[in-house]
């Protein structure tokens, strides 16, 4: 039962540092195109900033790729002595978690970076 709690919670920790960084990315994608639109024009700097991404994201995976898709982390504490669901007890605190990345989220917006109140 802890197991599943733990595994529940580092599943919610994940998918919440997922969205904040799919909402930076769009908030800073979103500045860019501004500014290039004051620059060149609103839609001449859509096609740039199009363009921008899908480069951005090709390079973006074909380093991924490269890297043989290698992700075993936390092998330190995993040996014969150790339940590797016990070794982790802890250490996912959501409700920190949650209202520090509400606390980022609502600093952006409050300094007129963010996307949601713009």
């Given at each position: 039962?802890q197991a599943?709690v733990?595994?529940?919670k580092?599943?919610l920790?994940?998918?919440?540092?997922g969205l904040?960084?799919?909402?930076?990315?769009?908030?800073m994608?979103m500045?860019l195109?501004?500014?290039l639109?004051?620059?060149?024009?609103a839609?001449l700097?859509?096609?740039?900033t199009?363009?921008?991404?899908?480069?951005f994201?090709?390079?973006?995976q074909?380093?991924?790729?490269?890297?043989n898709?290698?992700?075993?982390?936390?092998?330190s504490f995993?040996d014969?002595?150790t339940?590797?669901?016990?070794?982790?007890k802890?250490r996912n605190?959501?409700?920190?978690?949650?209202?520090?990345y509400g606390?980022?989220?609502l600093?952006n917006e409050?300094?007129?970076?963010?996307?949601?109140?713009?």
């Amino acid at each position: 039962m802890q197991a599943n709690v733990e595994g529940a919670k580092s599943g919610l920790i994940s998918l919440l540092t997922g969205l904040l960084g799919v909402y930076f990315t769009a908030a800073m994608w979103m500045e860019l195109q501004e500014s290039l639109g004051i620059l060149i024009g609103a839609p001449l700097a859509v096609v740039v900033t199009t363009t921008m991404l899908i480069i951005f994201q090709s390079k973006k995976q074909e380093r991924e790729i490269g890297l043989n898709g290698d992700y075993n982390l936390h092998e330190s504490f995993l040996d014969a002595n150790t339940d590797p669901l016990g070794a982790q007890k802890g250490r996912n605190p959501v409700t920190p978690i949650i209202l520090l990345y509400g606390l980022i989220v609502l600093i952006n917006e409050t300094a007129g970076a963010g996307i949601i109140f713009n």
